[in-house]
Nanobody, 126 residues
């Protein structure tokens, strides 16, 4: 599965951004709706952190640091997932990456995903 993120940018603290992740595949039998999806972030000098994930059934899970501020969703018809980010803080500054895996259960474990986008940068200034 090929994933392409968009929507990153620079905002002031308290601002909002909406990230998008468009999926495509040349694999025969590929069905976007059967995948579970995740959003991760990586700040300079730090490891990859799971931010939000959505399962095939539409249930979601979030990192404690973003609960109540970030919302993950998906549009199966458009093969696109979204990460709505509100009340952004300087510590949210990172490269944000989307990921997909061909199993239905949601997870924030990066090692369990086998398809990754290139990332989109988010910068939050104080």
């Amino acid at each position: 599965v090929r994933l392409v993120e968009s929507g990153g940018g620079s905002v002031q603290a308290g601002g909002s951004l909406r990230l998008s992740c468009r999926a495509s595949s040349s694999t025969i039998g590929y069905t976007y709706g059967s995948y579970s999806l995740g959003w991760f972030r990586q700040a300079p000098g730090k490891g990859r952190e799971g931010v939000a994930a959505i399962g095939r059934d539409g249930t979601t899970v979030y990192a404690d640091s973003v609960k109540g501020r970030f919302t993950i969703s998906r549009d199966v018809a458009k093969a696109t997932s979204y990460l709505e980010m509100k009340n952004l803080k300087p510590e949210d500054t990172a490269t944000y990456l989307c990921a997909a895996r061909g199993t239905p259960l949601k997870t924030l474990e990066a090692r369990l995903y086998n398809s990754w986008g290139q990332g989109t940068q988010v910068i939050v200034s104080s």
